[in-house]
């Protein structure tokens, strides 16, 4: 059995082998710079000058600079417990101050700090080039058959009236009987407060609206609200769906935002600059009439913060996500290794681990003891507090440049998708909810190409022992509790708990962390 003694001494015989290596190197390159020198002293003619160049070595531009540089539970009860609870957990919490986004001047221009138009994806990502809609040969535009989201999709002449949350479709010929749709434009279709749009087919009989504006890109109809506010569902409802419906088209797309919230975009703004290069406009409040040749109202979803890379025809997967994301906000390519094995430079580094924090809820109730034995076991530790860390593109840089990040469940853990490929997620999974842990983060972890590590605590953990006692159900009987309905599974497990973490028995939990880092 390893031991935290024998963690300790394979971290520590790591950083000799590194700093004899990195020795031997600077022995060997002495020796044959010398061997270089000695030989140019006699190849020279007699009378040239002895004098040499000091050798120093050049860094490519190029070069990064760490730090600068199963399936989810599909409930949507359990989704509103999670996220009621989770809130604290966002990566931070609204900016109120901020009040709209800013459009460059001129309908249809590239917003401000966005890459020149015509600049095109370079396809880490896994791009799919786009190709123009034609209209079909039925009348039928929308899609409700999906139990997470509705979706239309125009193709041909299709015009927007913001003011009046409408869309309007002119089939051609104008066979349909004037079909009309309301659509929630999120991708939890089942949240009664999402904000719906009305999708009209007209008929023979019906006149279209003027256009006031004619454009000659796609345009993307959505609505925020829901759970935003809470990274998780920032995320799993917004960010990745938006993914899923917008990528394809590099860039070339019209956002139209209804139920807008200028915070989340001003948040989230590197994620929007690298989806459109166009005005992202308030649907709501938008007095015009703009005509498109393919409007798409809704977002697509697959499940809850994953992908389903053989439902679209696209066959996206979660690490093109990832790499989607770590592309938006400028951190090393996908080939750059985690930065204890990159920076072989440094013999004295050690694996870095960030530390997530929460607030109110699944707390470390014995904090300083595991930051004493994360240090004990060889880690570097960085603190993190999501809900004060608030600057995002600070934030990112700082997981960008760890090695691992661990935290107990819940949203904050949702900040991995900034880790580098083969980077570690340490999960602690609080008492009562492993049935609905592996959905919710290790398989999206895994799925973007990061190792997990599941550590599942013990009744003698968790602060609901001290309340409850041993022969209550809450303890004894998990699975009783999770049948009485979701509501009770958030009351006891997700809002009631925090966690006194065994560091003896989470000990191997953490050596095979450090055996996937090393």
Excluded at 182 to 188: K, L
């Amino acid at each position: 059995m390893w031991s935290a003694k024998a963690a300790k001494s394979m971290v520590k015989r790591r950083i000799c082998r590194r700093r004899f290596g990195a020795l031997f190197a600077a022995a060997l390159v002495a020796a044959v710079v010398a061997l270089v020198v000695f030989s140019d002293l006699f190849a020279q003619d007699p009378n040239a000058s002895s004098q040499f160049n000091t050798l120093r070595p050049v860094r490519d531009a190029s070069e990064p600079r760490g730090a600068e540089t199963g399936q989810s539970p599909n409930k949507e009860d359990l989704a509103t417990v999670t996220s009621d609870q989770e809130l604290d957990a966002g990566n931070s919490e609204p900016n109120q101050d901020f009040h709209g986004t800013k459009p460059a001047a001129g309908e249809g221009g590239t917003a401000t700090a966005v890459p020149a138009q015509g600049e095109r994806s370079t396809g880490e990502s896994g791009l799919v080039p786009y190709t123009r809609c034609t209209p079909g040969t039925g009348t039928t535009v929308c899609d409700l058959s999906n139990q997470r989201y509705d979706i239309c999709e125009l193709c041909g002449d299709a015009r927007t009236i913001g003011h009046s949350s409408t869309v309007m479709y002119v089939p051609q010929p104008r066979a349909s009987n004037g079909e009309e749709w309301s659509v929630p434009a999120q991708s939890r279709k089942s949240l009664p407060w999402i904000k719906k749009v009305t999708v009209k087919s007209l008929n023979a009989s019906q006149l279209e609206p003027s256009c006031t504006s004619r454009h000659s890109i796609p345009a993307i109809v959505f609505a925020l609200g829901g759970f935003t506010g809470n990274i998780w569902h920032d995320v799993s409802d917004v960010l990745l769906p938006l993914f899923l419906t917008v990528h394809q088209f590099d860039r070339d797309v019209q956002l139209l935002v209804t139920n807008n919230q200028p915070w989340f975009i001003k948040k989230y703004s590197a994620i929007f600059h690298r989806l459109t290069k166009h005005e992202i406009i308030d649907f709501d409040a938008d007095k015009q009439v703009r005509c498109y040749p393919h409007v798409i109202v809704g977002l697509r979803s697959h499940r809850d913060f994953g992908i389903d890379p053989n439902a679209g025809t696209h066959n996206y997967t979660m690490l093109d996500f990832r790499l989607f994301v770590r592309e938006s906000y400028g951190l090393p390519a996908s080939e750059v290794d985690i930065p204890y094995r990159a920076d072989k430079d440094d013999p004295e580094r050690k694996p870095r681990i960030i530390l997530i924090e929460r607030g109110k809820t699944r707390r470390f109730m014995n904090a300083p003891e595991v930051l004493q034995g994360l240090d004990w076991f060889g880690f570097e530790v960085v603190k993190a507090d999501p809900r004060i860390d608030s600057n995002l593109d600070e934030f990112v840089r700082l997981v960008d440049s760890c090695d691992a990040i661990m935290g107990v469940h819940g949203a904050g853990l949702t900040n991995m998708v900034f880790l580098r490929s083969g980077a570690v997620l340490v999960h602690i999974v609080p008492y009562g909810i492993e049935f609905m842990a592996d959905g919710f983060y290790g398989a999206p972890a895994r799925d973007m190409g990061l190792r997990h590590v599941q550590y599942s605590i013990s009744p003698d953990e968790s602060t609901l022992l001290e309340k409850y006692g041993w022969n209550h159900t809450v303890i004894k009987d998990p699975e009783a509790i999770r049948n009485s309905g979701w509501e009770k599974v958030g009351e006891f497990y997700m809002s009631a708990q925090d966690v006194v973490l065994n560091m003896t028995r989470f000990g191997s939990s953490l050596l095979k962390a450090i055996e996937f880092i090393m």
